[in-house]
């Protein structure tokens, strides 16, 4: 069974960490990109970090870039998400994602980061809040 498993949320006051970790099942995370979207309630689901499982470069959406690193650890089949410097704004659900292989070798091909409807295997979401 296909299956992402994330965990790790809580909370915490703003300026403090969390590591996010995304558990794959069922298929090889490493030979599929992967991502981390995160979502506010009444609003649209946004991406956070991304990463090409077979190369290891990660992508930031700007909001992020300086203060959260995606990482994978292909021997768990696993993907992280450190979070550092968090700020109240940062306040969501997480959820991992999964590309399939397909997608995710035309992506690399093509040096583009799939859009959100191509990731086709999604975790339950785990939620951070942060506090000021």
């Known amino acids: 069974q296909v299956q992402l498993v994330e965990s790790g949320g809580g909370s915490v006051q703003a300026g403090g960490s969390l590591r996010l970790s995304c558990v794959a099942s069922?298929?090889?995370?490493?030979?599929?990109?992967m991502a981390w979207f995160r979502q506010v309630s009444g609003r649209e689901r946004e991406g956070v970090a991304f990463i090409y499982s077979s190369s290891g470069i990660t992508y930031y959406d700007d909001s992020v870039k300086g203060r959260f690193t995606m990482s994978q650890d292909s021997a768990k089949n696993t993907v992280y998400l450190q979070m550092n410097s968090l700020k109240p704004k940062d306040t969501a659900t997480y959820y991992c994602a999964a590309t399939s292989a397909y997608i995710c070798g035309l992506a690399n091909a093509g040096s583009v980061i799939p859009v959100i409807s191509q990731f086709n295997v999604w975790g339950q979401g785990t939620q951070v809040t942060v506090s000021s």
């Open positions: 069922g298929f090889t995370a490493s030979a599929n990109c």
